[in-house]
């Protein structure tokens, strides 16, 4: 794959598709949500720099999973099941297939979320990467 920030968004929701429950991850964000869990994937910010020869930089990727909050308890436990497993997937292809030259940290946020008119619960992990073009 080539070296992009919109490849690399998509090759997150490809690794979050692999995940056991997750329903909707369209590579285009949709003005609704749809099906749940579902995820989304975008670019949040980043900074550009030119090293030598090279354009590169640093940028970080949002993942969101978003669940139903009806029932919230059962909502909070699905959810929690990809506390783990979604940095776990993601470090375990490094580069994303290519698409970033790595992966540099994970970091997170749970709570209340919304996507459209839905109001949601779940995770926000902040995927940050290194890019050369």
Request: glycine share 10%.
């Amino acid at each position: 794959m080539t070296v992009s920030l919109y490849n690399a968004a998509k090759a997150i929701l490809d690794v979050a598709l692999t995940l056991s429950g997750i329903r909707n991850a369209p590579d285009a964000i949709p003005e609704q949500a749809g099906v749940f869990p579902f995820v989304a994937c975008f670019p949040h910010e980043g900074r550009w720099v030119k090293e030598f020869s090279k354009v590169g930089g640093l940028h970080t990727l949002i993942l969101e999973l978003h669940l139903e909050r009806d029932p919230l308890p059962q909502a909070y436990e699905l959810a929690m099941g990809y506390a783990e497993t979604v940095p776990v997937a993601l470090y375990a292809d490094i580069t994303l297939g290519g698409t970033v030259e790595t992966i540099t940290q994970i970091r997170y946020e749970f709570g209340a979320l919304g996507w459209g008119e839905a109001k949601t619960i779940g995770f926000r992990w902040f995927v940050e990467v290194k890019v050369h073009i």
